[in-house]
């Protein structure tokens, strides 16, 4: 499986993030191997900010913003998140080093390129 490590970025670039597919792996309970658990997709997107009036409102302010969606192998629903934050931890920093935790699971991202993250883009993209 082809992989990449996040690009060396500035934890406030985003660029790096615009159409992302990582995969998840989690350390496989009594063993020292991780087993794939799923993938997460992280895409760029810009909030405006709606003022006036209802009948001629102006959206102004841009701000891009990171969005993100966590896709399980299994049944669980997928999770999705556009606050840019993890427990408390920057988005931006959590994914940059590779360690997502979510609630009790501690999972590690190995980001995809080429052809292989083509393919669970057209899958599970945006």
Do not use: K
Request: charged fraction near 25%; proline fraction near 6%; aromatic fraction near 8%.
């Amino acid at each position: 499986m082809p992989q990449a490590s996040a690009p060396s970025r500035p934890a406030g670039d985003l660029g790096a993030y615009r159409r992302r597919i990582g995969r998840l792996t989690e350390a496989a309970r009594g063993s020292h191997g991780a087993r794939p658990v799923g993938f997460v997709v992280t895409r760029v997107v810009t909030h405006w900010d709606t003022v006036g009036p209802h009948l001629a409102p102006s959206h102004v302010n841009p701000v891009e913003r990171l969005e993100w969606r966590v896709h399980f192998d299994d049944a669980l629903p997928e999770l999705y998140c556009d606050d840019a934050a993890v427990r408390g931890t920057s988005a931006l920093d959590a994914l940059r080093d590779g360690r997502l935790r979510l609630g009790e699971r501690h999972l590690h991202v190995a980001w995809l390129d080429g052809a292989e993250a083509d393919d669970v883009w057209s899958a599970l993209g945006w």
